[in-house]
T-cell receptor
């Protein structure tokens, strides 16, 4: 079992470029989410999905898009990268309900 | 706004000590509470999950308690070891009508000295 897989692990972007952070899970979890982690700010929720075809915004959604066409995949798109999006991004998944979350190993993104 | 606070922000102890990390939250209507460990530059490793109906969970040298009425959880680490050095994160799933998205504390950075 691979759990939650995030790619790439590291990425450097120029301001204005776009890219997609990939997240895949093989546990048949309905719920998936994206967080960003910044020094002094903790982890903050960007977007989440409670199932295929259903997505919603979290605390800090601006500048990011998501889609959920399959149960397994939940990509995060940066439309036009900005230095303020320099962060470590984590994807997480869970069964629906009060179950524990499994996190991926993260993507460290630098926007220059 | 739902908030999760962790105290202390940093803690340094000698090897072998028993220690307690604290987590407080502002809303007692929670789905669950989860404690994570994060090593520098790494992802989050789940340590313990407490459902809203439970009072505590134990795994090896770790024990987590939950008191919803007072909005508090503690993580107890027995006989600490240098390998326990990491940042410990408390995350609360609040019952907001949806899945119960996690709200994280900012963590306690633990250093266990040999």
């Amino acid at each position: 079992n691979a759990g939650v897989t995030q790619t790439p692990k590291f990425q450097v972007l120029k301001t204005g470029q776009s890219m997609t952070l990939q997240c895949a899970q093989d546990m048949n979890h309905e719920y998936m989410s994206w967080y960003r982690q910044d020094p002094g700010m903790g982890l903050r929720l960007i977007h989440y999905s409670v199932g295929a075809g259903i997505t919603d915004q979290g605390e800090v959604p601006n500048g990011y898009n998501v889609s959920r066409s399959t149960t397994e995949d939940f990509p995060l798109r940066l439309l036009s990268a900005a230095p303020s999006q320099t962060s470590v991004y984590f994807c997480a998944s869970s069964f629906t309900g009060p179950y524990g979350y499994t996190f991926g190993s993260g993507t460290r993104l630098t926007v220059v | 706004k739902q908030e999760v606070t962790q105290i202390p922000a940093a803690l340094s102890v000698p090897e072998g000590e028993n220690l307690v990390l604290n987590c407080s939250f502002t809303d007692s209507a929670i789905y669950n509470l989860q404690w994570f460990r994060q090593d520098p530059g790494k992802g989050l490793t789940s340590l313990l999950l407490i459902q809203s109906s439970q009072r505590e969970q134990t795994s090896g040298r770790l024990n987590a308690s939950l008191d919803k009425s007072s909005g508090r959880s503690t993580l107890y680490i027995a006989a600490s070891q240098p390998g326990d050095s990491a940042t410990y994160l408390c995350a609360v799933g609040f019952d907001g009508g949806s899945q119960g998205n996690l709200i994280f504390g900012k963590g306690t950075k633990l250093s266990v000295k040999p």
